[in-house]
């Protein structure tokens, strides 16, 4: 059967099958080479694309807005909405359908995109939730098969950190989907939870993947391809900073947790925005109140030769667009 994607909402990688992550991840790689010979394109052309955001954002929204740019969409940006406060999202989501031709929606709860899918009749794309950011892990999908030198099948990912967070939970699901083995590393308070580690060991014993979890770093590692971390508090969890400082610090990726993998050519990737060093205004302020240079990445493994971050990063655009096309746009 052909893969027709057309219409359809992108909220989780759960809706998603193996070949049609597949088809999104060869799309984009067409879609980069593409951009990389300097030729424009018309996909896009005549449509409006909405770009909802409750949370802040550099990669997403400029991939977004680059994606549409590129094929000759138009998209508004909209931080300041009705939505929640004076109209429900059900009402916002028939109005912005009756305008936009997709609508992407950054925020906190899952249940809010969902509801927008439901009520607008035009393609929804989640931009990050609480509990998912399925587009950043079509990106890493890409950036590892770029450079990994083998199937999916035979590589082995393994999140440290944060492990219940958004890009725990969609690493783990969009792993076991492609056949990648995932560890997730953490904290026993920090681990995934039970419904996701289960539906992700069942969709496993299909594609060949290992799902596990464990609070032991050097067996949670070991033989790993890349090394994945994010930040120890996400978007709306800035009041748990100290909390988690205290229980993620020995899970910090550094020079020796990279070499507790036994491979001298491991990959480290990070979704960003990262604490590597404290040139920023957070930072800056755990240097001062915690005596931390870094969080969950030290400023030596983010800047080395392993380091594949922008390349994640710029896979952001290329991936995205290819769910624009994919889902809204005249392939
Ligand atoms: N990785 C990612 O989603 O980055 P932004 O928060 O900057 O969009
Ligand atoms: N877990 C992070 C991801 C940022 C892209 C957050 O939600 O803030």
Redesign the pocket.
């Known amino acids: 059967m052909p893969i027709n994607l057309n219409g359809r909402s992108l909220l989780t990688l759960r809706d998603y099958s193996p070949d049609e992550i597949e088809y999104l991840i060869n799309l984009s790689i067409n879609l980069k080479a593409k951009k990389r010979s300097g030729i424009s394109g018309t996909a896009l052309q005549g449509k409006n694309i909405v770009l909802l955001f409750e949370k802040t954002s550099t990669r997403t929204r400029c991939a977004f807005e680059v994606a549409v740019f590129d094929e000759g969409g138009n998209v508004t940006f909209l931080t300041n909405s009705q939505m929640g406060v004076k109209e429900s999202i059900e009402d916002t989501a028939k109005v912005l359908g009756r305008y936009y031709d997709g609508i992407e929606f950054r925020g906190y709860q899952q249940e809010t995109v969902e509801n927008l899918a439901l009520h607008a009749g035009v393609p929804v794309w989640n931009g990050?939730t609480?509990s998912y950011?399925p587009t950043?892990i079509l990106a890493d999908l890409l950036t590892m098969k770029e450079h990994i030198y083998k199937p999916f099948r035979k590589m082995k990912l393994s999140f440290v950190g944060?492990a219940r967070?958004?890009?725990g939970n969609s690493l783990m699901i969009g792993a076991a989907k492609m056949g990648i083995s995932f560890t997730a590393v953490a904290p026993p308070s920090l681990f995934p939870s039970e419904e996701i580690v289960n539906y992700a060991r069942g969709i496993a014993a299909e594609s060949g993947a290992v799902i596990e979890v464990t609070d032991e770093i050097a067996p949670g590692v070991k033989g790993s391809d890349a090394i994945y971390t994010?930040?120890w508090a996400?978007?709306g969890e800035e009041d748990k900073l100290a909390e988690r400082i205290a229980l993620l610090q020995p899970y910090q990726v550094n020079g020796d947790l990279m070499k507790k993998t036994g491979n001298p050519d491991a990959l480290f990737m990070h979704?960003?925005?990262s604490f590597h060093d404290s040139n920023t205004s957070i930072g800056a302020t755990v240097k001062e109140k915690y005596g931390l240079d870094a969080m969950e990445v030290s400023d030596e493994v983010f800047r080395s030769r392993q380091s594949i971050v922008f390349d994640q990063a710029e896979n952001r655009m290329h991936t995205i667009k290819a769910v624009i096309l994919a889902t809204c746009g005249k392939l």
């Open positions: 990050l609480d950011h950043q944060d967070n958004n890009m994010d930040v996400s978007l979704c960003l925005p």
